[in-house]
């Protein structure tokens, strides 16, 4: 079993960045892949970006492309999302979670088995 604990969300001006932190426990963190997803109040979980096993294989949406770095280490058991030129449409809840599925189900929140609780990043205008 993987326990998740997100942290290093908060509130930031546009164009400011933030470095999310998935902290897990258990010994078989390393071979979950990894998925970043976000909520917006009234609208459904989307996702951000995901990581395989190793790090070696990453993937965003196209609406982060570019400005979100997913990368993670294994010997620490966690998973990062660096958010750069953030912007007041990111404002969400950002959850990290892990599946064995391989990178064509990532974007798919129902093939992961287990979530963090989330932690909120709000953006300013």
């Known amino acids: 079993q993987v326990q998740l604990v997100e942290s290093g969300g908060g509130l930031v001006q546009a164009g400011g960045s933030l470095r999310l932190s998935c902290a897990a426990s258990?010994?078989?963190?390393?071979?979950?892949?990894m998925g970043w997803f976000r909520q917006a109040p009234g609208r459904e979980r989307e996702f951000v970006a995901g990581?395989?096993?190793?790090?070696?294989?990453?993937q965003y949406a196209d609406s982060v492309k570019g400005r979100f770095t997913v990368s993670r280490d294994n010997a620490k058991n966690t998973v990062y999302l660096q958010q750069n030129k953030l912007k007041p449409e990111d404002t969400a809840v950002y959850y990290c979670?892990?599946?064995?599925?391989?990178?064509?189900?990532?974007?798919?929140?129902?093939?992961?088995?287990?979530w963090g609780q989330g932690t909120q990043v709000t953006v300013s205008s």
């Open positions: 990581i395989s096993a190793t790090g070696l294989i990453t």
């Open positions: 258990g010994r078989t963190f390393s071979t979950y892949a």
């Open positions: 979670a892990a599946t064995q599925r391989g990178s064509n189900w990532w974007s798919y929140g129902n093939e992961y088995e287990y």
